[in-house]
């Protein structure tokens, strides 16, 4: 994948304006919604058991985060994710805090055992625990990484046409035999509660206008992290309160050029 199939694929999100239905939690509902209206998507959030199947049947893609978890909305994410299933939606999973809690980790296995996962998009913590390893956490943040993430990144992408993202220091993404690490991206991303959901949403966003699973991440990937970076040279150290507001202005603005100037994708492996 090169930099111009990236920016082709920014200019498509742009053009189709695709519906990416969220179920999503309370803490980033807000964030994510403008984030997505900034980089060009529509997003829809809709959590009643009543419309959450309907509504993931009409959208572009379905974006599932576990990051405020009640049994009232594992039972919406688990009718919507089957009509996305049944109705060719990709799905694409945050599994927030998955290993913190006995809950959040039978929740995160529950919801990869009975969906066919698009694209899973976490920290290495959430990620292992999800895929039933054990490694550290602390609340919904990663301990450090302990073990090789490219083999737990390709370890968990174990159901064909499934895609994970490991999302750190630098980025890989992996449907376990063709892998791409990013390095774009900027510290204050993790100083702004929401960053990481966004990014998913984000990710569902180019999910929903690229068939392939591998190339509609590592391009959302590219593009998210280089419009952190904007952002934080705008904002010249001003703190994460500003640089929020900018990280929004950045993804509405991006231009191909900047990605181009900008985004640090390699191939691998495959």
Same mark, same amino acid.
Request: charged residues 20%.
């Given at each position: 994948?090169?930099?111009?199939?990236?920016?082709?694929?920014?200019?498509?999100?742009?053009?189709?304006?695709?519906?990416?239905?969220?179920?999503?939690?309370?803490?980033?509902?807000?964030?994510?919604?403008?984030?997505?209206? =900034?980089?060009?998507?529509?997003?829809?959030?809709?959590?009643?058991?009543?419309?959450?199947?309907?509504?993931?049947?009409?959208?572009?893609?379905?974006?599932?985060?576990?990051?405020?978890?009640?049994? $009232?909305?594992?039972?919406?994410?688990?009718?919507?994710?089957?009509?996305?299933?049944? +109705?060719?939606?990709?799905?694409?999973?945050?599994?927030?805090?998955?290993? =913190?809690?006995?809950?959040?980790? %039978?929740?995160?296995?529950?919801?990869?055992?009975?969906?066919?996962?698009?694209?899973?998009?976490?920290?290495?913590?959430?990620?292992?625990?999800?895929?039933?390893?054990?490694?550290?956490? #602390?609340?919904?943040?990663?301990?450090?990484?302990?073990?090789?993430?490219?083999?737990?990144? $390709?370890?968990?992408?174990?159901?064909?046409?499934?895609?994970?993202?490991?999302?750190? $220091?630098?980025?890989?993404?992996?449907?376990?035999?063709?892998?791409?690490?990013?390095?774009?991206? +900027?510290?204050?991303?993790? #100083?702004?509660?929401?960053?990481?959901?966004?990014?998913?949403?984000?990710? !569902?966003?180019?999910?929903?206008?690229? #068939?392939?699973?591998? $190339? =509609?991440?590592?391009? =959302?990937?590219?593009?998210?992290?280089?419009?952190? %970076?904007?952002?934080?040279?705008?904002?010249?150290?001003? !703190?994460?309160?500003?640089?929020?507001?900018?990280?929004?202005?950045?993804?509405?603005?991006?231009?191909? %050029?900047?990605?181009?100037?900008?985004?640090?994708?390699? #191939?691998?492996?495959?």
């Amino acid at each position: 994948m090169n930099i111009q199939e990236i920016t082709s694929l920014l200019e498509k999100v742009r053009e189709i304006n695709p519906l990416v239905h969220n179920i999503t939690n309370v803490v980033v509902t807000n964030f994510t919604a403008n984030g997505l209206l =900034a980089i060009g998507a529509s997003p829809v959030m809709a959590y009643a058991h009543e419309e959450a199947g309907d509504m993931a049947k009409i959208a572009g893609a379905l974006v599932l985060n576990m990051g405020t978890l009640s049994e $009232k909305e594992v039972k919406s994410m688990l009718i919507a994710g089957k009509s996305a299933n049944q +109705h060719g939606v990709p799905v694409i999973f945050d599994p927030v805090g998955a290993g =913190a809690t006995a809950y959040r980790t %039978e929740t995160a296995n529950r919801i990869m055992k009975e969906l066919d996962i698009s694209i899973i998009r976490g920290n290495a913590a959430e990620i292992a625990n999800a895929a039933g390893q054990q490694w550290n956490i #602390k609340g919904v943040d990663a301990g450090e990484a302990e073990g090789n993430t490219l083999e737990l990144a $390709k370890s968990a992408a174990n159901k064909p046409g499934s895609v994970t993202v490991i999302t750190g $220091k630098q980025d890989i993404v992996t449907d376990g035999h063709t892998t791409f690490t990013i390095r774009n991206g +900027h510290s204050l991303l993790t #100083k702004v509660t929401g960053a990481g959901c966004l990014l998913t949403s984000v990710v !569902g966003a180019f999910a929903a206008v690229e #068939k392939d699973p591998v $190339k =509609a991440a590592a391009a =959302a990937l590219v593009v998210y992290g280089s419009a952190a %970076e904007i952002a934080a040279e705008n904002t010249d150290g001003r !703190g994460p309160g500003t640089f929020q507001i900018e990280f929004l202005n950045s993804l509405y603005n991006i231009s191909a %050029e900047d990605v181009e100037m900008r985004g640090s994708i390699e #191939k691998t492996e495959g």
